[in-house]
């Protein structure tokens, strides 16, 4: 196979801060001069009687940088657990140019999540600890590569340290099987060790695209590559490139996995694993990434165990690969994937899907979940179709408090006419008394996805809770949903918003119309709050207890506001001499100090029913069941 062509820049070597540089002879020791072809078939046999592929043994051994090492790993194999799966892997050093930087990694599960990176995920050999992956094209994947080595070279501050000290600490490394236009090979990937490969392969002098086909195993560049790094390897007149050679030519004691035992296929197995290792402890990783990772792993536990939700006229695996990114061709639209997301990752806490969903999270992070992460979680689905800059933070944000709405908890996705929705949302308001039924919240799901990420944001996350203009999500959709009046004006911006109109004020009275109306204003963030507080008699409006109790909460903190602005006011009335009235003069009302008294008894009772509700909750949300 002839050497592929250069088709996108390779970032340049960084420059080294590090002083304290390792002599490359202590690496270099464990490099081995070629070997021949009877100590590399041995090498293969030993694999194939342990009971690994002749593909799998061979990319073993042509990986080795001493195959008695190898053949000694092989006979001792080691079991690590991570959750319910096990993964068997070897310990022994691999040279570098055998590892392929990984186009399935963690770090981009962000971009990748966005539909940025154009490039397929992982797939698996069943029953093999082996990946495939597959791309049509050698060259687009080397330009889909190219950013993320350049951002890597760029931004790790551990780059220099093993360009001068060479690779410490091991990493995990997986087989895959790489198909493009240029054929079949098989390599290493760097499962947990996207770094480390990216700085050893700078050392080297080498790019993706060696690693991946020019530096075939028994090829004669390659034969030159290890020939040189053996030479330079002990002696010690060297240049310092030749000496930074050998110190990135290995990494040692690299944890080969060769075999693994888990419900699903190696290649989720393997990202799986890989979040865990990353995010427990949690790691530096972007908002969007880490959401990402864990929805992913809340969706593929769910689909597991045989919990998720399907809509008609779908399947589980298509459930499941529309939430996790893989499936992008689907023919839903984008406000009916946001109510799918909403209804798999944020389920009603006494159920078996809440369980699955905090099992999956804990298991990569170590620590139970609260209430509020998966609706965090599903908001996060539902927006990736928009780039991870400020704006997403809002966006999120806002629709993730929207959907704190119990109602919305577990909505499912019917696929309905907003129309067809509306209608039947009409008759839940007027039947089913305070409680709202699943065509409102389903429509109300729709919406709350139009009003936070339409052009002009018009659901916003109030910093100050529901006071004032500052209304919380949750409380307008809420109040919406509450009367004929808000439900079809909820239906408007959903036919609206999936024309590509600007959301319209539906008059009193009128119907929603899939049309640009005569004269209707614009909808916009004010008039929308404006349009929670309707008069009294406008519409079917259904006042609950909780309802009454969030006003009357509201009231007492305006009172409380009113009073310590009064009270600040007494405190700065001063006498000609600058000094406060009240430090001279006093006050003594034995009526106002007994009420005072009588309100910081009542606020403490409240506080600790609320402590109270809160361990009650968090049992529930723990158990999934009443106790």
């Known amino acids: 196979m002839t050497h592929v062509p250069t088709s996108a820049a390779e970032p340049p070597l960084p420059f080294s801060t590090e002083s304290d540089i390792v002599d490359h002879r202590l690496i270099g020791a464990r490099l081995r001069p070629p070997a021949s072809q009877a100590v590399i078939d041995k090498s293969i046999s030993a694999g194939v009687a342990i009971g690994l592929s002749n593909e799998m043994a061979t990319v073993l051994a042509s990986a080795a940088a001493d195959q008695q090492q190898l053949r000694r790993a092989l006979r001792s194999p080691k079991i690590q657990r991570f959750g319910s799966e096990e993964f068997t892997y070897i310990e022994f050093d691999v040279v570098t ?16 999540a966005r539909g940025t990176i154009p490039m397929p995920r992982f797939g698996a050999v069943q029953g093999e600890a082996l990946l495939t992956f597959e791309m049509n094209s050698a060259e687009k994947m080397i330009d889909a590569m190219a ?23 091991p990493g995990w490394l997986s087989a895959v099987r790489l198909t493009t236009d240029l054929g079949t090979v098989t390599r290493l990937e760097s499962t947990d060790a996207f770094g480390r490969t990216v700085a050893s392969h700078q050392g080297l002098g080498i790019t993706f695209k060696d690693a991946a086909w020019n530096l075939q195993p028994g090829s004669r560049r390659a034969k030159l590559l290890l020939s040189d790094l053996v030479e330079w390897s002990g002696s010690d007149v060297v240049t310092d490139d030749q000496a930074r050679k050998v110190r990135c030519s290995i990494m040692p004691n690299a944890r080969v996995i060769i075999g693994y035992s888990a419900q699903r296929g190696f290649d989720r197995a393997r990202r799986r694993f890989v979040a865990h290792l990353h995010m427990a402890p949690p790691m530096s990783f972007s908002t969007a990434t880490t959401l990402n990772a864990k929805a992913n792993a809340a969706v593929d536990n769910l689909y597991e165990r045989g919990l998720l939700i399907v809509p008609a006229g779908m399947t589980a695996e298509a459930v499941r690969d529309i939430l996790d990114g893989t499936l992008r061709e689907h023919g839903l639209l984008p406000d009916q994937v946001a109510v799918l997301a909403c209804g798999t990752l944020n389920p009603h806490p006494n159920k078996r899907q809440a369980r699955a969903v905090n099992e999956a999270i804990a298991d990569l992070t170590g620590a139970k979940p609260k209430l509020e992460e998966r609706t965090q979680l599903a908001a996060e689905v539902a927006l990736r179709g928009f780039p991870a800059d400020t704006r997403l933070t809002a966006l999120r944000s806002a629709l993730d408090r929207a959907w704190r709405w119990s109602v919305l908890r577990g909505v499912e996705l019917t696929c309905g006419h907003p129309l067809d929705l509306l209608a039947e949302a009409l008759r839940e308001l007027v039947q089913a008394d305070d409680a709202a039924g699943p065509a409102t919240a389903e429509l109300a799901a729709l919406a709350s996805y139009h009003l936070v990420a339409g052009p002009n944001q018009l659901l916003t996350r109030s910093e100050f809770g529901g006071r004032g203009s500052n209304t919380e999500p949750q409380q307008i959709m809420r109040q919406l949903s509450k009367s004929d009046v808000g439900l079809r004006q909820l239906c408007q911006v959903v036919l609206d918003s999936r024309a590509g109109r600007d959301p319209q004020v539906l008059a009193h009275g009128a119907a929603p119309q899939d049309a640009r109306i005569l004269d209707a204003e614009i909808l916009t963030a004010e008039r929308l709050r404006e349009l929670v507080d309707l008069p009294e008699g406008e519409g079917i409006t259904h006042e609950t207890p909780h309802d009454r109790f969030a006003l009357s909460l509201k009231g007492f903190q305006e009172c409380l506001d009113d009073l310590h602005y009064a009270a600040k006011a007494v405190g700065n009335v001063t006498a000609e001499d600058g000094v406060p009235l009240v430090d001279t003069l006093g006050y003594d009302n034995s009526d106002v100090r007994k009420r005072l008294g009588e309100i910081t008894e009542l606020v403490m009772e409240w506080l600790g029913a609320r402590r109270r509700a809160d361990r009650m909750r968090a049992a529930l949300d723990e158990s999934g069941d009443a106790r």
């Open 97 to 112: 140019w055998r590892i392929l930087p990984s186009p399935d990694n963690i770090r981009f599960e962000d971009e990748r």
């Open 147 to 169: 950013p993320r080595i350049t951002d890597m070279v760029n931004n790790n501050p551990h780059i220099g340290s093993i360009l001068d000290r060479g690779i410490e600490t």
